[in-house]
């Protein structure tokens, strides 16, 4: 090959830094093009038999099909490094290739080395399994996202579509620097979405200061919320205080029915929005902050602020982001996961082992729930504490619930032939039974029929 060769150019070509998938598949020539020397892999991987292409021409073997484009003749004719694909026809196969002219000491073209690195064929694949890991890693981390973000807040629980909307719009917004008003009726949950978000949010591991601003004593609001300095009043603390704001400092603060704040509280919040800083009370000093502000309501503050009893430039800072949780009514598919949740907690709590029956299951579900999702938690620790069988059914619940009860029938299927509905009921039962014992054996046991029957029961309405 000549001792003058500079194999600089060479050894970059074959350096694993390059990341050829088949460097060894190499052909050298020498200045006019005359083949000199081909790998036996080259050979083997295109089809040439040994020696076959040695000796030839490669402006010939250009000229006769069997290469084309033919990537030596290329680089002689260019004389310069070539990267393009290379046809060998011969096999009707594409290949990458990689042409390189090594010159001499003098600046003269000496030879030329081509390097087959992979074929088209092997480049599609690699694209298309890589799409694949792209789709697939894509969906996992968004899997992976939703259960991060549903395990730190295991409160809530839902199946509705409105509340899975609902859902995308807190991961959306968690990590955003915009205020967050909550609305919805009493004890929808609005506290345990403002946790949730905070929980998600990059400032999860901050602190999350709740204020129930209707809890709040009106001349102790401003003191509580800012904090003072010693003195600051008669019955002040001798060293000062804290307020709940300064407490939120990189975290989060969440002001519960913020409709009952005083407008002159509203004011200094306000102030507060827009300037991040607080003086406590008898205080010179303004002091930086930095916290996540969200807020709730079971008010309508739009008529508030029609009725000047809530400042409109207030609202609408505080009105950046609206969400908006509907009643427990009108998200039906949600009562029964909040219930099984609520049991399992209230179980563990007092040591008990219990389940629900059919009937009481088909209550809950067509029951209005006025008081929400705090309502029906309350009504479930109240059951588990009261009731003595192991499966609680309607008989279980307090007097004030009794006139709401109404046979099962009533509550399934209203519309088709008694076939149809009967089997509608059949399902329920079945399903509701298998829910809780898990085994066909069981099924059988607690409904009197035998494994057989179960068995195919359970297929027809659990698996079917």
């Not at 981390?141 to 730190?152: F, G, K, N, S």
């Not at 010693?230 to 307020?243: D, E």
């Not at 504490?385 to 004030?400: K, M």
């Amino acid at each position: 090959m000549g001792e003058e060769i500079h194999l600089r150019g060479l050894f970059d070509i074959i350096s694993p830094e390059n990341n050829l998938v088949s460097a060894d598949d190499m052909m050298l020539s020498d200045a006019k093009g005359v083949i000199l020397w081909v790998s036996e892999t080259y050979e083997r991987n295109f089809g040439f038999a040994h020696n076959s292409i040695v000796g030839k021409s490669a402006f010939d073997l250009e000229a006769d099909g069997t290469f084309s484009p033919c990537i030596t003749a290329e680089v002689i004719r260019k004389q310069k490094k070539i990267t393009t694909t290379q046809t060998i026809n011969h096999i009707h196969k594409n290949v990458m290739t990689v042409g390189i002219p090594l010159f001499g000491d003098r600046g003269e073209l000496k030879y030329a080395v081509c390097f087959n690195t992979v074929s088209l064929e092997q480049i599609n694949s690699i694209q298309r399994n890589y799409r694949h890991l792209q789709d697939s890693l894509q969906q996992y981390t968004q899997e992976i996202a939703e259960l991060r973000t549903r395990a730190t807040s295991t409160s809530l629980v839902f199946k509705s579509s409105s509340m899975q909307r609902l859902w995308t719009l807190m991961q959306n917004t968690a990590n955003t620097k915009a205020n967050i008003l909550i609305t919805g009726e009493t004890g929808v949950g609005k506290s345990a979405v403002a946790k949730a978000i905070h929980a998600m949010s990059d400032r999860a591991s901050g602190p999350f200061i709740e204020v129930n601003c209707a809890v709040l004593h009106e001349n102790l609001i401003e003191s509580e919320l800012f904090g003072y300095e010693k003195g600051a009043f008669t019955g002040a603390a001798s060293g000062g205080k804290i307020g709940k704001i300064e407490l939120a400092h990189q975290g989060t603060l969440f002001l519960d029915e913020i409709g009952e704040l005083p407008l002159h509280i509203q004011s200094k919040l306000l102030q507060l929005i827009q300037e991040k800083t607080i003086e406590r009370l008898s205080g010179t000093k303004k002091i930086e902050l930095d916290f996540r502000l969200i807020v709730a309501t079971n008010r309508n503050l739009e008529e508030e602020v029609q009725r000047g009893l809530f400042r409109s430039d207030l609202f609408y800072r505080l009105n950046v982001i609206r969400i908006h949780i509907p009643p427990l009514r009108l998200r039906k598919e949600d009562i029964l996961p909040l219930a099984h949740q609520f049991l399992a907690r209230f179980c563990r709590e007092y040591g008990k082992q219990l389940n629900f029956g059919p009937r009481f299951l088909s209550f809950l579900e067509h029951y209005d729930w006025p008081g929400n999702v705090r309502q029906l938690e309350n009504l479930i620790e109240r059951v588990v504490i009261t009731v003595q069988d192991p499966v609680i059914d309607v008989s279980a619940l307090p007097p004030e619930y009794a006139g709401e009860t109404v046979t099962p029938a009533a509550l399934l299927v209203r519309e088709g032939s008694l076939a149809e509905r009967m089997d509608a009921y059949e399902g329920q039962i079945i399903r509701e039974s298998y829910r809780r014992w898990g085994t066909t054996v069981a099924v059988a046991r607690e409904l009197g029929i035998s494994q057989a029957t179960a068995a195919r029961k359970v297929a027809k309405y659990v698996r079917g």
